[in-house]
């Protein structure tokens, strides 16, 4: 499974911006799809996962601002980002797994977003 990701840059406090990731390779509509992120000097964290049914899961942080979807017909997830904080800061990965909890990972290469105060 190869994931690459678009989006990201420098956004204003209280914006919004929209990544995307396409997988391709072995991926397939069963493959959860999520979004991490990690700031600096942090560990990286869950974001937002999206599972084949399309029931999505969020990080307390992101909840009421942050909404991800997925096109499972071209293995593609998006991420919504509202309300853009600073902290919402750090390199956002595109994340798959062939099931809810597989203890195997595929990632994206990572996009920068920084949120300016």
């Known amino acids: 499974v190869q994931l690459q990701a678009y989006g990201g840059g420098l956004v204003q406090s209280g914006g919004s911006t929209r990544l995307s990731c396409v997988g391709s390779?072995?991926?397939?509509?069963?493959?959860?799809m999520a979004w991490y992120r990690q700031a600096p000097g942090e560990q990286r964290e869950l974001v937002a996962e999206?599972?084949?049914?399309?029931?999505?899961d969020y990080g307390d942080s992101v909840k009421g601002r942050f909404t991800i979807s997925r096109n499972s017909a071209n293995h593609t997830v998006y991420l919504q980002m509202n309300s853009l904080i600073p902290e919402d800061t750090g390199v956002y990965y595109c994340?798959?797994?062939?099931?809810?909890?597989?203890?195997?990972?595929?990632w994206g290469q990572g996009t920068q977003v920084t949120v300016s105060s």
């Open positions: 994340n798959s797994r062939p099931w809810h909890g597989a203890p195997i990972n595929y």
């Open positions: 390779g072995t991926i397939t509509r069963y493959h959860t």
């Open positions: 999206v599972g084949s049914t399309g029931s999505p």
